[in-house]
């Protein structure tokens, strides 16, 4: 079966520090991957998605970059952490053909003081 | 360009009333709706999703949507809630002419199940 890991699941980091947030999927290949933002509890913001190696789609520019080395990691990145980074980030994956439901991974708690 | 829209930032029930969350959405083309329910600190789960052929669609933790093509709308129910039904829940749509593109989120609805 597939899982999808994430970590950490929680982090703090001082304000102009880098970032680092690593996703892996297990048990399948050239899936569709990505990264979501939430903030305060609520609705879920598109950062990154990615429907193979190299392939990387920006949904919004800010201070956040992504990448994907590997057929099944995707990892989300930043030079200098800003207030506004706070949020709890979500992975998720889906098969890379048919309408398959996204899978999440259980999220990072980013706090950036 | 797609869209959904959960009206409701809260909805409150009593313990083995039924629930209704409700969700509309906009598509060019026909939509593929799924919903979503996320607990404190967790990713969200995949409860139940449209793609085609019957309208009411049962998911998982006994949930059932009905999707209605004229009104837009895709909701949320459950005969009977129970106090663990408690969580943030997600609606979403992605436009089934619109190959790998991802799907679009609703802000979420807050269930809160009293005992």
Redesign the interface.
């Known amino acids: 079966s597939q899982t999808i890991h ?1 970590w950490p699941a929680t982090l703090v980091q001082p304000v102009g520090s880098p970032l680092s947030l690593e996703c892996t999927v297990e048990g399948t290949s050239n899936p ?1 991957l ?1 990264w979501y933002r939430q903030a305060a ?4 913001q ?1 950062l990154f ?1 990615s ?1 193979g190696i190299g392939q990387i789609s920006s ?1 919004v520019p800010q201070n956040l970059s992504a990448s994907r080395p590997q057929d099944r990691q995707f990892i989300l990145s930043s030079k200098k952490l800003l207030l506004s980074d706070s949020g ?1 980030y ?1 992975c ?1 994956w889906s098969p ?1 053909q048919g ?1 398959s ?7 990072t ?1 980013l706090t950036v003081t | 360009a797609q869209s959904v829209a959960q009206p409701e930032d809260q909805v409150n029930v009593a313990e083995g009333n039924p629930l209704t969350v409700k969700c509309t959405y906009s598509v060019s083309g026909n939509p593929y709706l799924f919903w979503y329910v996320q607990y404190p600190n967790r990713g969200l789960q995949f409860l139940l999703k449209y793609i085609t052929g019957d309208n009411l669609v049962k998911g998982s933790y006994g949930f059932e949507a009905e999707f209605n093509k004229s009104q837009t709308s895709f909701h949320l129910k459950k005969p009977s809630a129970l106090v663990s039904d408690s969580a943030l829940y997600f609606c979403a749509v992605r436009d089934n002419g619109e190959g790998n593109t991802p799907l679009v989120f609703g802000k979420g609805t807050r269930l809160s199940v009293i005992a």
């Open positions: 994430q569709n990505y509890g609520r609705g879920l598109l998605y429907v949904e709890f979500l998720a890379g309408v439901p996204l899978h999440f991974g259980n999220g708690r």
